[in-house]
C-alpha cells in the first residue's frame, strides 16, 4: 500500500490533528521544505535515533531499520530512507550539528548530534563542577545555534547550591542556570516548558553527572541503567555507551549521551564569541586593532583586569580556546584537502586502469 505523505509536504491544507508518528519524532516543515511528494513515495523520511558500533538506527512510519557504516549522518538526523541501497539514502539539511574534533592524534570531525532544539548542559554541585568546561560545552551550543541550559545536579547533596549557580552564571549572562535533584518529578516539573511534542532536547556532560538519571526521570522508569557516585572523587558512573534518542510518552525528544572525557573545539569561532561577549566588547574599545591584550599601551582589556572588572583567568581561557579552536580548524581542513587529492589520485588510477584494459 503507497503511503499519504500529503500532510507533510509544503503548501498542504493544515487541519487539527493528533501528531503523526513523523511529528513526533520531531518531523517539521523545515525538513518537509526540502523535499517532494515523489521522493516522499520512493523514500520515505526516517531519523536517526540510535548510533550502534554496527551501524545507524533509524525510524521512521512503520520503518525501523539499521544502515551499515559508511553514511556521513548522526543521531538526530532525517533522511529520505532508501531501502534498496540504505547506505546511499539522502541527508536533509539540518536546522544544528553539536561536532568537535574526534579524540586522539587523528585529524577527523565527530559528528554528535543534528537536530537538536535544547542542550542541557549537565554538571553537579561537586568536585565535578568545572567553569572552564562549562565555557566550552556553551560555546559548543552557541556555534550550533542550539539555546543551551545549563543544569546543576546533586544540588540535594551540598548544604548550599548557591555558590555553584553564581559561577555557572558568572559565565555567560544569556544563559538560564537551575539547580536540581536528578531524581525524582523534580527535573519533569523544571524541564516542562521546553520538553514540547516534536521537540527534541539533548543532555550533555562528563560522565556521572546525571544525564540518564536526567532521562528516566522524564521517561518516567529505569529505561536506563545508572550507578551511584563514588564517594571518595564524587563522581558517578552510569554504563551509557551510546548517543541515543528516547521518546517521552506524549512530549519530546530525548538524546542521552555517554561522558565526553575530551572535548576539542573547531569552527566554534562565533560560539566562542558569543561566550566571552565581555572581552571581545573590550576588545573593540583597544587603540590597535591587532591588540594581543598583553603589554600594548591603552588596552582595554587590561585596564578591565588592574580595575578588577575582568578575571585574568577568563581571559586566559578565552586565548586557549580560540588558539585551539584556530589550531583544530587548520589542521581538519588540511587533513580534508589531503583526502581530496588522495580520492582524486585513485580515480585517476582508476580510469586509466581501464582505458589499458580497452
Not at 530512507?81 to 574526534?102: D, G
Not at 561537586?126 to 566550552?136: G, K, T, Y
Not at 551509557?240 to 510518552?249: A, F, K
Not at 555517554?258 to 566554534?268: D, I, K, N, S, Y
Amino acid at each position: 500500500m503507497v503511503r499519504d505523505y500529503s500532510a507533510f509536504v509544503p503548501g498542504a491544507v493544515a487541519t487539527k490533528r493528533e501528531p503523526t508518528a513523523l511529528q513526533q519524532l520531531g518531523w517539521s516543515p523545515v525538513f518537509a521544505q526540502q523535499i517532494d511528494a515523489g521522493e516522499l513515495t520512493e523514500t520515505p523520511p526516517v531519523r536517526v535515533v540510535a548510533a550502534h558500533r554496527n551501524g545507524l538506527q533509524v525510524i521512521g512510519d512503520n520503518i525501523d531499520e539499521t544502515i551499515l557504516p559508511g553514511l556521513e549522518a548522526t543521531v538526530g538526523d532525517w533522511m529520505l530512507f532508501n531501502a534498496a541501497r540504505p547506505r546511499s539514502s539522502r541527508v536533509l539539511e539540518r536546522k544544528s550539528l553539536i561536532k568537535r574534533r574526534a579524540p586522539g592524534t587523528d585529524r577527523q570531525l565527530q559528528l554528535i548530534a543534528a537536530n537538536i532544539d535544547t542542550v542541557f548542559i549537565v554538571s553537579s554541585c561537586n568536585q565535578d563542577f568545572n567553569i572552564a568546561r562549562l565555557e566550552r560545552y556553551l560555546a559548543l551550543a552557541f556555534d550550533a545555534g542550539i539555546e543551551p541550559v545549563v543544569l546543576l545536579t546533586k544540588a540535594d547533596l551540598v548544604d548550599d547550591p548557591q555558590p555553584y549557580l553564581e559561577a555557572a552564571r558568572s559565565v555567560s549572562a544569556w544563559v538560564l542556570v537551575v539547580a536540581l535533584d536528578a531524581r525524582g518529578e523534580e527535573p519533569g516539573a523544571a524541564l516542562a516548558d521546553r520538553c514540547h511534542p516534536g521537540q527534541t532536547l539533548a543532555f550533555l556532560g562528563s560522565s556521572g553527572v546525571g544525564k540518564s538519571t536526567l532521562t528516566n526521570a522524564l521517561l518516567g522508569e529505569q529505561a536506563i541503567t545508572t550507578q551511584g557516585i563514588r564517594e571518595h572523587e564524587a563522581q558517578g558512573r552510569h554504563t551509557t555507551t551510546r548517543r541515543e534518542l528516547h521518546q517521552i510518552p506524549g512530549g519530546c525528544l530525548v538524546l542521552d549521551t555517554p561522558g565526553m572525557r575530551e572535548l576539542q573545539l573547531t569552527g566554534a569561532a562565533s560560539g566562542i564569541a558569543d561566550v566571552f561577549e565581555d572581552i571581545d566588547a573590550l576588545a573593540d574599545q583597544c587603540p590597535f586593532s591587532d591588540c594581543r591584550h598583553d603589554t600594548e599601551p591603552g588596552c582595554a582589556v587590561q585596564k578591565a583586569i588592574a580595575d578588577g572588572q575582568l578575571d585574568p583567568a577568563r581571559l586566559a581561557r578565552w586565548r586557549k580556546l580560540r588558539a585551539e579552536d584556530a589550531f583544530n580548524s587548520t589542521s581538519l581542513a588540511e587533513r580534508r584537502e589531503k583526502d581530496r587529492a588522495f580520492g582524486k589520485l585513485v580515480r585517476s588510477v582508476m580510469k586509466e586502469k581501464s582505458v589499458r584494459k580497452r
